[in-house]
C-alpha cells in the first residue's frame, strides 16, 4: 500500500544543518498522519516530529525550536528540516505513516544515518 523510502542523513558538525526526505507512494499520502522517529543502537525508539492530515506538527521538546516537520504532497515527500543539531541528535531516523491517524503507524521507512560530532 504504501512504501517509504528516507534520505538525507550523513555526518555534520555539532551546530551543522540536515534535511531529511521521506518519499512515499500511494493516492492518500496527503491524508496520512505522519512522523519522524530515531533510534540508537540498545535504547528505545523515540518521536521526534508529528503532523497531522491538517498539517498540524507536533515536536519531541529536545528537538523544539531545532527541527521542523514539513510536507510537499504535490512530490509525496515528508521532510525534517534539522537545525543546530547536537551530539545527542545522533541516531538512525525512519519516517513512519499512520494511514487512518490512529496513533498507529502502519508504514516504516528503512531508515537513514544522522552523525552529529562535536
Known amino acids: 500500500q504504501v512504501l517509504l523510502v528516507e534520505s538525507g542523513g550523513g555526518s555534520v558538525q555539532a551546530g551543522g544543518s540536515l534535511r531529511l526526505s521521506c518519499a512515499a507512494s500511494g493516492h492518500t499520502y496527503s491524508s496520512y498522519c505522519m512522523g519522524w522517529f530515531r533510534q540508537v543502537p540498545g535504547k528505545e525508539r523515540e518521536g521526534v516530529a508529528y503532523?497531522?492530515?491538517?498539517?498540524?506538527?507536533t515536536y519531541a521538546e529536545a528537538v523544539k525550536g531545532r527541527f521542523t516537520i514539513f510536507r510537499d504532497n504535490a512530490k509525496n515527500t515528508l521532510y525534517l528540516q534539522m537545525t543546530s543539531l547536537k551530539p545527542e541528535d545522533t541516531a538512525m531516523y525512519y519516517c513512519?505513516?499512520?494511514?487512518?491517524?490512529?496513533?498507529?503507524?502502519?508504514?516504516w521507512g528503512q531508515g537513514t544515518q544522522v552523525t552529529v560530532s562535536s
Open positions: 513512519a505513516a499512520d494511514s487512518s491517524c490512529g496513533n498507529w503507524y502502519d508504514y
Open positions: 503532523i497531522d492530515s491538517d498539517d498540524s506538527t
